[in-house]
């Protein structure tokens, strides 16, 4: 599952990216649907008609667990992060996520 999500840890995100990441769209987990509701958790699939999503987590922290069964990915506020077409997962939201 690697392949098919990249993680970047705040410490080591390009400044760049921060920069260009200040033009996209803001997420919100508090309007996500979750199951069950105000859990912070649900299901999601990266199959869109895109190769792959990047987002800058702007605030909060999840857990991400593969539904393929490798290692849980934890991600928080400043990390970079890829999601790969194909990458599907469970979210598990412990504070509030904002992400661009």
Known sequence: MDALITHTRAADVAADFVTAAEAWPTWDSKTHP??????GKFP?????????ERVLILTGR???SPDDGSA???????D?????HGF????????????K
Do not use: R
């Open 34 to 39: 979750q199951e069950p509701k105000g859990s």
């Open 44 to 52: 999601f699939n990266y199959n869109g008609d895109y190769a792959t």
């Open 62 to 64: 999840a857990t991400l």
């Open 72 to 78: 849980a990915v934890s991600i928080e506020a400043g």
């Open 80 to 84: 970079a992060v890829w999601f790969h």
């Open 88 to 99: 599907a997962c469970k979210w598990e939201v412990h504070e509030p996520m904002t992400k």
